[in-house]
């Protein structure tokens, strides 16, 4: 019984055996790319990286003749604080390029960890079926009814304040969400020929999955972390904003916003520079990740 | 077969082409054809040919916004679809054209009963009230032989096998007893045995409406069971029409000839079996002339300069090619 | 007009009472048995080196889960397969490997066959890579014979799969399978997913292959002018039995079973002359849950006689090389 695959085969890429013609590429793609996200992008990790070498100021110098100034455009602002101070008279500048640094490597640990976990349990879970995956999958299923916050209050508390004790609540968290959507595409790849014939090459199932499973679901998975990237981001802020984050003096954009609440009215910059940088990252990576999973899924089709 | 029969369906020069990132995609690249009352047509081609763009642009079914008509015109009965507003076609398919596809797991909806989706088709085309439109549509059910129509007007398409859901989509297509059927590789997906039972209701269908139908299949098995002419497509355009008889008999075009020697045949054993070296040409890169010349064991200069007139070669019979000697047209 | 290559005392293959039966379960928490799909019911056949065995029937007819069976993709309920007197499922360890490097195939659709993100030489070379001591340099070698064999020019080694139509995607297939010097290649309906005039060229090869290579074949597929074409010997299925089973001339020139000769009506000859011998079965392929009593056919058949619901007809030599299992003989 054939099921002639209907696909609009226009002609393209398909060519005889004994040419072989290079497939055309698309026009026009260099404008669909996201260069604001991009840049934001970039622009974060650079300052993060760079921050002992770009922040006029040390973040934690205080300098209280100079507390509460405004930003320079400001009346009252001065050069030398061009995004103003705080009010202890730390630089707010050189507060938002070190709480860059706090951001990344957060998200950074939290993602590899919790992505890495929950990749691995995907992939056993949909290869192995069964009992593994039965197991496995309530296991998720009760970690994803846990209330996000509170586990991360609850963690803080229990672990004490700091930025491995972050990572470690964020990794907790998210690592059920990768898994679950992991395992999906497991199970459809699970299904196609090229699994079965490398059982019949011989291969182990380990083998497999390292090969064959891995790979195939790698792009599910990338996309999948981008797109996490902002909501850890406010995870993390969101705890140090209820105080149960990185201790000070080092500086955390949610700290930040928190410490700024109660001068809301005056000194509106301490808490919406913060918060703008926190909406601008997020709102990035979250571009950025909606990009590449448009740009990585007509190659998909390829498949 | 009658010939004097009233001319339906009248495809005049038909240009349907795609836009797409990679370029102009020429799927429909000229094509005429005539479809009368109570006849069958088949439209016969490998993929890419563009016998499926073919049968959506006749319902103006195009994937949008990338596919457009260009040129051409499609008269049903008279009218031509081609400048019909959306609003006027969506009165046109399924009341005077329908379409059955190849895949009856993707034609039903998995969501809805079988007796759900019957009565949803009927209402676009009757007034009655509900009681009135259940009753039509196992009478619909009957009229495609599915047994215990009551029963099955509560069952989802997933309970059914592919044999009993294209009848359904067949009653469908039929109940508002269209002027023309396309059907698209219809078969394809099914058992053999059960093909030739939904092949068969099809003919008996065609007989008590006069439906005319454009079959369109890549298998010569129905051509020669199923239709009374045949159009070979290849690279968008009609490369050879004529009566089933003598098109079998004697193909006249070498891509129709060779395509016929590729098909391994039940009733004889054979040594070897010819097959056509090479590709199709890509749709969005057409070569000047013919577009079989690079494939073709007969091909002359001439061939690569231009591209061959369609000329007649028996009663009713023509084909593109430069090899052909015009026989005086008898129609 | 195919002959049958010289055969050995034992032949290649030989399936023995193959069964293989799914269990049908209810229930979320606990999971219960409520009945089994006799996939495959006791089926036996043999296979010779250098032969082409065809298996052919409809859907739910078992000869997917058959050809599954001897590639060790599921394991039999009954019965056993054995490669040259040893039993397939009883291998482990250097004898496994070795068999993965006798027995191979190629499945339907080219594009599910091949891994998406490797090259072509990788895929190609997985037996090779598994199951033997091939140093890189040997494996590139051999890649480039295969693709030789198959017709493919070595550029394509290096390539990934998405930019192949599917009749050389076919052949990479192929080529994959013939890497670890097979003497079986099981072919699940190697032509079915591709356009008309590419089946052609594939059949050839395959044909030209079996004589250059010796090989043999398992060739399921339900097109029965494909069979006819390659097969030497064919069998034709019908819920997990085997109803006839003969040499392919035999079957084709004179088929006996009433499921046969149904099956050859309805695969329409491409001559509109041709005489119409309708066998137009009633009703729809049972579910091999619940396969009818006695002969699986009997409620379709329009020959039935009353023993055929009580009393299952045994696999009987009718004619020389000719089997049946019909009441009717």
Redo the contacts between chains.
């Keep these: 019984m054939a099921r002639v695959e209907e696909r609009i085969d226009v002609g393209f890429g398909p060519s005889p055996a004994a040419e072989l013609s290079a497939r055309p590429r698309p026009r026009g793609d260099l404008a669909r790319l996201p260069w604001a996200s991009f840049f934001i992008i970039v622009v974060l990790v650079l300052v993060a990286v760079l921050a002992p070498l770009i922040a006029p100021h040390s973040p934690t110098e205080q300098s209280l003749p100079d507390k509460l100034r405004p930003p320079a455009w400001q009346e009252g602002g001065s050069t030398k604080h061009l995004l103003g101070t705080d009010v202890l008279g730390r630089d707010v500048l050189s507060r938002i390029i070190y709480g860059a640094r706090v951001s990344l490597i957060v998200a950074a640990a939290a993602l590899l960890a919790g992505g890495g976990v929950g990749l691995m349990v995907g992939i056993v879970s949909g290869y192995l079926g069964g009992r593994v995956d039965s197991f496995l999958m309530r296991v998720v299923d009760a970690t994803l009814t846990f209330p996000t916050i509170l586990i991360a209050l609850l963690l803080a508390v229990s672990l004490g304040q700091g930025l491995q004790t972050i990572a470690i609540a964020i990794t907790v968290l998210i690592w059920a969400r990768f898994a679950r959507v992991v395992r999906g595409e497991v199970l459809a790849v699970k299904t196609r020929d090229f699994v079965a014939l490398a059982r019949v090459h011989g291969c182990s199932h380990l083998r497999i999955m390292a090969i064959h499973i891995v790979p195939n679901v790698l792009n599910t998975f990338m996309v999948l972390l981008t797109l996490h990237i902002g909501f850890v981001i406010i995870v993390e802020a969101s705890l140090s904003f209820l105080g149960a984050g990185i201790p000070p003096p080092t500086p955390s954009w949610g700290q930040m916003v928190a410490d700024g609440r109660s001068h809301i009215a005056s000194a509106w910059w301490l808490s919406v520079v913060p918060g703008g940088a926190i909406v601008l990252v997020v709102l990035a990576f979250n571009l950025f990740g909606d990009w590449l999973r448009d740009w990585l899924d007509p190659r998909l089709r390829q498949v | 077969m009658n010939a004097a029969a009233p001319v339906v369906l009248e495809v005049k020069d038909l240009h349907a082409y795609l836009y797409t990132r990679w370029g102009v995609v020429r799927a429909v690249d000229g094509v005429s054809f005539v479809l009368r009352e109570g006849e069958t047509l088949g439209l016969v081609g490998e993929s890419g040919c563009g016998k499926t763009m073919t049968g959506l642009s006749v319902l103006r079914l195009l994937p949008e916004p990338a596919g457009r008509i260009v040129r051409g015109q499609v008269l049903l009965q008279g009218e031509d679809l081609v400048t019909k507003s959306e609003a006027e076609m969506r009165r046109v398919r399924g009341r005077r054209i329908s379409m059955i596809l190849q895949d009856p797991q993707t034609s039903l909806n998995p969501v809805f009963t079988i007796g759900d989706q019957l009565v949803e088709a009927l209402r676009m085309l009757y007034a009655d009230a509900a009681p009135a439109l259940s009753h039509r549509a196992e009478e619909a059910l009957r009229s495609v032989k599915v047994a215990a129509p009551e029963q099955r007007m509560r069952a989802y398409p997933h309970q059914m096998s592919g044999g009993m859901k294209q009848r359904v989509v067949g009653a469908i297509a039929v109940a508002g007893e269209p002027r023309v059927l396309i059907a698209d590789e219809p078969t394809t997906a099914l058992d053999v045995t059960i093909q030739l039972q939904y092949l068969t209701l099809l003919k008996e269908i065609q007989a008590r409406t006069r439906l005319a139908m454009l079959f369109i299949t890549h298998d010569f098995g129905i051509v020669a069971r199923m239709c009374d002419r045949v159009a070979v497509m290849y690279a968008g355009r009609i490369v050879e029409s004529g009566p089933t008889r003598a098109l079998f008999r004697a193909p006249r075009h070498p891509y129709t000839e060779a395509l016929m020697a590729s098909v391994p045949r039940m009733e004889a054993s054979v040594e070897r079996l010819p097959s056509i070296e090479g590709q199709p040409p890509p749709l969005h890169d057409l070569p000047v002339g013919c577009r079989f010349a690079p494939r073709c064991r007969y091909v002359e200069d001439r061939c690569r300069r231009e591209y061959p007139p369609t000329l007649p070669v028996g009663p009713a019979h023509e084909a593109a090619c430069w090899r052909v000697e015009p026989s005086p047209p008898s129609r | 007009?195919?002959e049958s290559g010289a055969i050995a005392a034992e032949p290649l293959i030989r399936v023995e009472n193959l069964t293989k039966h799914f269990p049908v379960t209810r229930g979320l928490l606990i999971a219960r048995t409520t009945g089994q799909v006799k996939a495959v019911d006791g089926i036996s056949f043999t296979i010779g080196r250098q032969e082409t065995f065809g298996l052919v029937g409809?859907?739910g007819c078992g000869k997917t889960t058959t050809s599954r069976l001897l590639?060790?993709?599921e394991r039999p309920t009954a019965g056993r397969v054995l490669l040259d007197g040893q039993d397939v499922h009883a291998l482990t360890g250097a004898d496994?490997?070795k068999y993965?490097?006798r027995?191979?195939?190629v499945?339907?659709?080219p594009?599910?066959?091949?891994?998406?993100?490797?090259r072509v030489r990788d895929?190609i070379a997985?037996?090779l890579v598994?199951?033997r001591r091939v140093s890189k340099a040997g494996r590139l070698e051999r890649v480039e014979e295969v693709l030789h064999q198959v017709?493919?020019?070595l550029?394509?080694a290096s390539?990934y799969?998405?930019?192949?139509?599917?009749?050389?995607r076919q052949?990479i297939?192929l080529a994959?399978a013939l890497a670890?010097d097979p003497e079986l290649i099981v072919l699940d309906?190697p032509v079915?997913?591709l356009?008309?005039?590419?089946?052609?060229?594939i059949?050839?090869l395959l044909k030209d292959l079996q004589a250059q290579q010796q090989l043999s074949y398992l060739l399921v597929a339900?097109?029965?002018?494909?069979v006819?074409?390659i097969a030497h010997r064919t069998a034709v299925m019908y819920l997990g039995k085997i109803v006839e089973h003969a040499d392919?001339?035999s079957l084709?020139r004179s088929p006996l079973h009433p499921y046969t000769k149904?099956?050859?009506?309805?695969?329409?000859?491409?001559?509109?002359?041709?005489p119409?011998d309708?066998m137009?079965?009633s009703g729809?392929?049972p579910s091999p849950i619940d396969p009818p009593s006695g002969c699986h056919f009997h409620p379709r058949c329009p020959f039935a006689m009353e023993q055929c619901s009580r009393v299952e007809p045994a696999l009987k030599a009718v004619a020389a090389g000719h089997q049946v299992s019909c009441h009717l003989y």
């Excluded at chain 3, 594009?111 to 490797?118: K, Y």
């Excluded at chain 3, 339900?222 to 494909?226: D, E, G, Q, S, V």
């Design positions: 007009m195919l409809e859907s590639l060790r993709l496994l490997s993965h490097t027995v191979q195939a499945f339907q659709d594009w599910s066959s091949l891994n998406p993100r490797l895929t997985e037996a598994v199951n017709g493919l020019p550029a394509v390539r799969p998405h930019e192949f139509s599917g009749g050389q052949r297939a994959s670890s309906e079915s997913a356009d008309v005039s590419i089946r052609a060229q059949m050839n339900h097109n029965l002018a494909t006819r074409y392919t001339e084709y149904a099956l050859f009506a309805a695969a329409l000859p491409a001559d509109p002359d041709a119409r309708d137009i079965l729809e392929v």
